[in-house]
């Protein structure tokens, strides 16, 4: 099947820092939508943006959406140790599919 | 994970045997969805169900079916149970279609085939 790429796979940053993950895609979607997942649990949706929106909050999560280039980014502000997840991106595609990233891991350090 | 109840949570089971796994949701969604999740692989949609008898195959459903007898229940059946079937099984549900809204996750269901 055809996923999404996230990048990075990983990533370690210091509390209180920012975390920024990539998602990109080949198809042409109608949305595109962030999941946390933690250790042991099922995924948690973040935020859905549509194809005809470029930015996106909620609280202290950013997302952005670059139709042409076919790339969304995640932005985590003043990360916090409860941070520390899994985040997926899924691209809903005209088909009414979800083609799933593979994950980004992130640890936030004390 | 409010209102979706997978079970059970655990299980190990041996090659060749029967296994069904429960999701059982009280917001009365019409869409739910099983999808097993796999290192390396992410999540891969096994089956879901668009209303009550009605369902549909996802990218990975060879060895496994499904049953929707009420709006509340989906059910997931691996009919012999292989080793490669060993996995983290997660139900979902969502309002419209899974391109369209988000999906909530249950808490998963973790199988060891041995």
């Known amino acids: 099947s055809q996923q999404g790429e996230e990048d990075p796979q990983a990533l370690s940053i210091q509390e209180g820092e920012n975390a920024t993950m990539n998602c990109s895609y080949k198809t042409s979607i109608n949305n595109l939508q962030w999941y946390r997942q933690n250790s042991g649990r099922g995924l948690v949706h973040l935020i859905l943006?549509?194809?005809n929106e470029r930015e996106k909050h909620s609280g202290r999560l950013r997302v952005t959406l670059d139709t042409s280039k076919k790339s969304s980014s995640l932005l985590i502000t003043a990360s916090r140790a409860a941070d520390t997840a899994s985040y997926f991106c899924a691209m809903g595609d005209s088909n009414y599919q979800l083609i799933w990233g593979a994950g980004t891991k992130l640890i936030i350090k004390p | 994970d409010a209102g979706i109840t997978q079970s059970p949570r655990h299980k190990v089971t041996e090659t060749g045997t029967p296994v069904t796994l429960r999701c059982h949701q009280t917001?009365?969604?019409?869409?739910m969805y099983w999808y097993r999740q796999d290192p390396g692989h992410g999540l891969r949609l096994i089956h879901y169900s668009y209303g009550v008898k009605d369902t549909d195959k996802g990218e990975v459903s060879d060895g496994y079916s499904v049953s929707r007898s009420k709006t509340e229940d989906f059910l997931l059946t691996l009919e012999s149970a292989t080793s490669s079937q060993t996995s983290v099984y997660f139900c979902?549900?969502?309002?419209?279609?899974?391109?369209?809204?988000?999906?909530?996750f249950g808490n998963g269901t973790r199988l060891t085939v041995t």
């Open positions: 943006i549509r194809s």
């Open positions: 917001e009365n969604h019409r869409y």
């Open positions: 979902a549900i969502s309002e419209s279609g899974q391109g369209d809204s988000p999906l909530h």
